[in-house]
């Protein structure tokens, strides 16, 4: 395995960061679990682990191979990463309304596997995962230099967290359907994750 652990600390910090930002996925557990208990959000969280698991292989083999042949791609892309981070982190520092608003209406069934394949799918599809795996990758890891065990121990990080943060969200939308749509609490985490976003790009552009 080529990735320390230190890597993989700071790579983990980054990440929780990203998935304990509200955004369109917790707001489709939050109108699910909210709707029909707590069953429906943890399965979809299991259904987001799916999609994890595309992303890290998808990011480690693919950019793994880019690198091989094309070095200064990944020079980009960490400058993309940093700039995203940094623009994602300044919109949550400077919006004004930060209450979370499920699209597409309320769930229409209750159905376990329904709802792990609707997590499934709301993820895959999921602009800010995509983003964040295929640009912030070359900013934490050198990519020429992964390989299967690497990808494994990612994934060690990456689906624990994602899946607790999912079912806490699940879990305070099931017990308190209005506890995710507080204008106050919601803005502090804005902030909080902006901050952190904001400075962790700025980390990735020095290099």
């Known amino acids: 395995m080529s990735?320390?652990?230190y890597q993989l600390a700071l790579f983990a910090v980054a990440f929780f960061v990203m998935v304990v930002s509200p955004g369109p996925f917790v707001a489709?557990?939050?109108?699910?679990s909210a709707a029909f208990g707590f069953r429906a959000g943890f399965m979809m969280s299991l259904g987001a682990?799916?999609?994890e698991c595309v992303y890290v292989l998808l990011a480690v083999?693919?950019?793994a191979a880019l690198a091989a042949t094309h070095g200064w791609a990944?020079?980009?892309?960490?400058?993309?990463?940093?700039?995203?981070?940094?623009?994602?982190?300044?919109?949550?520092?400077?919006?004004r309304s930060s209450i979370i608003k499920a699209e597409g209406g309320p769930p229409v069934s209750d159905s376990a596997w329904r709802a792990f394949w609707v997590g499934a799918l709301i993820n895959l599809g999921n602009p800010k995962a995509a983003l964040f795996y295929m640009a912030i990758f070359p900013g934490f890891f050198d990519m020429s230099a992964l390989g299967v065990w690497d990808a494994v121990a990612i994934l060690c990080v990456?689906?624990?967290i994602g899946f607790a943060c999912d079912c806490a969200y699940a879990g305070a939308a099931a017990k308190a359907a209005k506890l995710l749509r507080n204008e106050v609490a919601i803005r502090r985490v804005n902030r909080v994750t902006g901050s952190v976003m904001i400075g962790a790009g700025a980390l990735i552009a020095a290099g």
């Open 61 to 63: 083999f693919g950019l």
């Open 3 to 5: 990735i320390e652990l």
């Open 28 to 32: 489709a557990i939050a109108a699910r």
């Open 158 to 160: 990456t689906l624990p």
């Open 49 to 51: 682990c799916i999609a």
């Open 74 to 95: 990944l020079v980009i892309l960490r400058y993309v990463g940093a700039g995203w981070l940094i623009w994602i982190g300044w919109g949550l520092l400077v919006q």
